[in-house]
């Protein structure tokens, strides 16, 4: 059993070796061939990921979003105090900032300008504002939505505020560009099969009379094939690096424009190259393709069984 299966990878090997080989024996086409592979791939790959920072953006700034409580000016001490209890004790809630109109006049003198403003005020403006932090756990718009609606219906609010419209727009927009990425992946994927499947035809004819040399003595169809299937994934992995290298150049391109535009907002994101779980994803994906292209051109052409 074990010299088996050591003769089984010592044939590995060996056609291993000698798609290296042919990959050496032209390096200039062969590296074209990648080149080609790895910009096709690179488009759905940029979509993936910008879909995927979308995502993790939008999370991000829905678990920051505020919900703020505006209360009534009749609200006495005690049903403020009765109010906040109830608020903390809701489902979904997660940190409560009591914010009391006193305090709320106390920040805004302190900025600039309008220290001198308020004086000509007869009287404090502002009401006592309850200022709720959704917990972890309420992340999706609908949830968020219904939190929104039970803080509302709370006595003694007299508004609340809590922007979802852009959320909406963004999970739209998100929704768009994965549905986007995995259709341009679909398409994509059928023409990197395609290329490597043209590609190794060219190599197979021009090799047809060295394998029908190695069937006359005796060569097994897996034998003639095997070098062919590696060449496949060769020519796969090879691109798939290659996109991996474009796709991140891209990324921290346009990482410091992404950078000052959300600081122009007062947010910070920082725009996230391919992980490593990503990138093992997008080469085991290569390979897949790089294997059936190669299938297909050895079974179209060298008629051999499947």
């Given at each position: 059993m074990l010299a088996k299966m050591q003769t089984r990878m010592a044939y590995h090997v060996q056609a291993l070796?000698?798609?290296?080989?042919?990959?050496?024996?032209?390096?200039?086409?062969?590296?074209?061939?990648?080149?080609?592979?790895?910009?096709?791939l690179t488009l759905p790959a940029i979509f993936w990921l910008l879909a995927d920072n979308m995502q993790q953006m939008s999370s991000n700034w829905q678990q920051s979003g505020h919900i703020s409580l505006y209360l009534d000016a009749s609200t006495s001490p005690a049903e403020e105090s009765s109010l906040l209890a109830r608020v903390r004790d809701t489902a979904g809630v997660g940190e409560v900032k009591f914010i009391s109109s006193a305090e709320g006049l106390a920040e805004l003198q302190q900025q600039e300008g309008m220290h001198d403003i308020m004086q000509y005020l007869p009287e404090n403006p502002?009401?006592?504002?309850?200022?709720?932090?959704?917990?972890?756990n309420v992340s999706n718009p609908s949830q968020l939505e219904n939190l929104y609606q039970v803080l509302q219906a709370y006595p003694h609010v007299e508004q609340a505020k809590f922007d979802m419209q852009w959320i909406n727009r963004l999970n739209t927009l998100v929704h768009f560009v994965s549905t986007l990425a995995h259709v341009l992946m679909s398409l994509l994927a059928f023409a990197v099969v395609m290329i490597i499947m043209n590609t190794l035809r060219l190599a197979i004819q021009n090799r047809q009379e060295e394998m029908v040399v190695l069937k006359l003595i005796g060569a097994s169809n897996g034998y003639i094939t095997r070098p062919f299937l590696y060449l496949g994934m060769c020519y796969a992995i090879g691109g798939a690096i290659l996109a991996i290298v474009l796709v991140n150049s891209i990324i921290l391109s346009f990482g410091f424009l992404v950078n000052q535009l959300a600081e122009a907002y007062e947010m910070h994101y920082r725009l996230q190259a391919l992980s490593m779980g990503q990138i093992l994803t997008v080469v085991l994906f290569a390979m897949v393709l790089g294997w059936l292209g190669a299938r297909l051109s050895v079974r179209s052409l060298c008629r051999l069984p499947w």
């Open positions: 070796i000698s798609s290296m080989k042919t990959l050496r024996a032209k390096p200039i086409a062969n590296l074209m061939t990648m080149m080609v592979i790895g910009i096709t502002l009401p006592t504002v309850i200022d709720v932090l959704p917990a972890l």
